[in-house]
């Protein structure tokens, strides 16, 4: 009898220490928004391919893990302040926090995505590598810029596992074409849904 009653109470912790230790939020951050447009391409604005791209995800994430929460900064075309993106995602402990991003250069060749993270955590590295692996997976054709330091005020002042999302150029006029695409948009959100969901599985 009290073997099992032993037992029971180390299930009972062991299942309340995953439990508390679980991620329950994933909050996703399309950069800019409103009088805040981002990068401009001849296509696009930074703004909005960021927002779809968040759309998506936020859909493809629902799926495959109901159940979590699964939010957004901002679900529309609106302009959010950094400090204010930050004091949302510290309502949530347990969370993990993705910015999603376009990217621009002066040297219109410049392409590839690449993954910004910083070392005030260790899992944000985790999480980079994670996401940064299955884009390289999934989409051969584009170029893996790989993992950075980033020098960003979403990153630097977060408290939970965090990581900035280049996706591609917009100052590149063939990129832009493919980034820009609905059908691109859509498919790269389920990649990263699905690196996510993998994290999220080993956290």
Known sequence: MKKIILLGTFCFFSFFFLCANSISTIIIDPGHGGKDPGALGELYQEKEINLKLALNLQEN????????????????????????????????????????????????????????????????KDLAQTILEKIESDFQFLRNRGLKIGNYYVLNTSKVPSVLIEIGFISNEEEEKIIGSSAFLLNLSQTIAEAITSYCLEN
């Open 61 to 124: 994430l629902t799926n495959l893990m109901p159940e979590k929460k699964v939010l957004l900064t901002r679900a529309s075309d609106s302009y959010i302040s950094l400090k204010d993106r930050v004091k949302y995602t510290q309502q949530y402990k347990d969370s993990i926090f993705i910015s999603l991003h376009t990217n621009s250069s002066t040297v219109t060749s410049a392409k590839g995505y690449e993954i910004f993270y910083t070392n005030k955590l260790i899992k944000n």
